[in-house]
């Protein structure tokens, strides 16, 4: 079965009425903490992160996403 990655960050309620502001900036940390943790669990080890990649990756270092 396919979830679409919207779908995995919208399913999360937010905890409280959000402005339509904040409510772009969670799902867009939503979004990066969903393309880490897809990057960590990949299956095919040749596809799977690095600790150095991961090291790198937004979601650690807190850095804007430069991630499609």
């Given at each position: 079965m396919f979830?679409?990655?919207?779908?995995?960050?919208r399913s999360y309620p937010y905890g409280r009425k959000l402005s339509k502001e904040d409510?772009?900036?969670e799902d867009e940390e939503r979004?990066?903490?969903l393309h880490f943790v897809l990057g960590?669990?990949?299956?095919?080890?040749?596809k799977r992160?690095?600790?150095k990649q991961a090291?790198?990756?937004p979601f650690v270092t807190g850095t804007s996403n430069t991630h499609p």
């Open positions: 979830i679409a990655e919207q779908d995995i960050i409510t772009a900036k979004r990066v903490f960590l669990l990949e299956l095919n080890p040749w992160w690095t600790a090291a790198d990756h």
